[in-house]
């Protein structure tokens, strides 16, 4: 089987008065069919960067500078504008934190579905477009009279909601959710990550599920990527993220202890100690020596390349796969 979704050696950079900066550095992830894969890091940590180069959306400066990214096959960059405008909602979509940077505010929510269709759709008739948007309405819960409301009338778990149904409006066979539940209050939150379960259970769509929550992640998805400081520390099967052992790089130990705190914008991880780096001053050798209890001074001149481990990928000097992952204390 063809996996979905194929980033190969991809790298970004994006312009800044400093020179060059490297937001996303020779990440490699293959997402087969009707799987979720999750991809957690720290704000800052590259991960919309990656998200946003994907789907081609790389704004600010920021352009792939190394690396292949191919959907279904094929290669994302290579695409004309027509062939990427049709790609980009028939063949992946995107869920953002934010609905609000997604819905029209001065059209009702069954006109921007309705459009969806006929965008894309050109013999679609607009009565068939509207039954469409009813199905999607009922595909997400969302009664059907909403559909005349405006954006601004429905609370945010029904806007993300519908944003959702949007997304999936053309049968997409990769969906990238970026914080998708992020902004919205507990309990919509797990409502909505109920759904997009049931969803994918349904209609076997692949996601890219990128999150600061680990454990969310954990449950969610069937294998996780942890990025710091642009780059993939660490590659490995969810199922043992919920076991706190010390078989994981030092950073998913570190968070897997740590406490997520929203703030107004984004996502602070509370429990390891100092910050995620700059990525202008990045420091030597492997970015998180400075916040990383096992930190040999090797660690700071040299800067680890993921090795294999039974199918798990890990940058770390320190873990030896010879020992099946245990770190040793040597100081
Ligand atoms: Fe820590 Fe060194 Fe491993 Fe980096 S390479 S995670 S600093 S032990
Ligand atoms: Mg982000």
Redesign the pocket.
């Given at each position: 089987e063809q996996p979905v979704l194929v980033l190969r050696d991809v790298s970004i950079a994006y312009d800044s008065p400093a020179g060059p900066v490297q937001a996303v550095s020779h990440v490699n992830l293959e997402l087969m069919p009707n799987t979720i894969v999750g991809l957690i890091g720290e704000s800052g940590s590259g991960k919309s960067t990656l998200a946003t180069g994907i789907m081609r959306l790389l704004r600010g400066g920021a352009h792939l500078t190394h690396g292949e990214i191919l959907i279904k096959g094929q290669n994302v960059y290579d695409m004309d504008a027509k062939t990427l405008r049709k790609f980009r909602w028939e063949a992946m979509s995107m869920v953002f934190q934010s609905a609000m940077t997604v819905l029209n505010p001065v059209m009702t929510v069954e006109q921007q579905m309705v459009d969806v269709f006929l965008a894309h759709r050109p013999g679609m008739s607009k009565a068939e477009a509207l039954q469409k948007s009813y199905a999607l309405l009922d595909l997400v819960r969302i009664a059907r009279k909403h559909g005349k409301s405006y954006p601004h009338e429905l609370s945010g778990g029904m806007k993300q909601r519908i944003v959702i149904a949007i997304a999936l409006a053309l049968d997409p066979a990769l969906v990238i959710m970026d914080e998708p539940t992020t902004a919205l209050d507990v309990v919509v939150q797990r409502s909505i990550l109920e759904q997009i379960q049931d969803l994918q259970q349904e209609r076997h769509f692949a996601v890219l599920f990128i999150s600061h929550d680990f454990s969310l992640v954990a449950e969610l998805a069937s294998r996780v990527a942890i990025m710091y400081a642009g780059r993939f520390?660490e590659v490995t099967e969810s199922g043992g993220l919920t076991v706190s052992d010390q078989d994981h790089?030092?950073?998913t130990q570190g968070l897997m202890r740590a406490i997520p705190r929203l703030t107004h914008e984004d996502v602070v991880i509370e429990g390891i100690p100092g910050h995620p780096p700059d990525l202008v001053t990045l420091p030597t050798g492997?970015a998180?020596?400075p916040r990383?209890p096992?930190?040999?001074p090797l660690?700071t001149v040299e800067r680890?390349e993921p090795r294999d481990w039974q199918g798990r990928l890990i940058a770390?000097?320190?873990?030896d796969p010879q020992k099946a992952g245990e770190f040793s204390h040597v100081s």
């Open positions: 520390v790089h030092p950073y492997c998180y020596h990383c096992y930190a040999v660690c680890p770390c000097h320190r873990f």
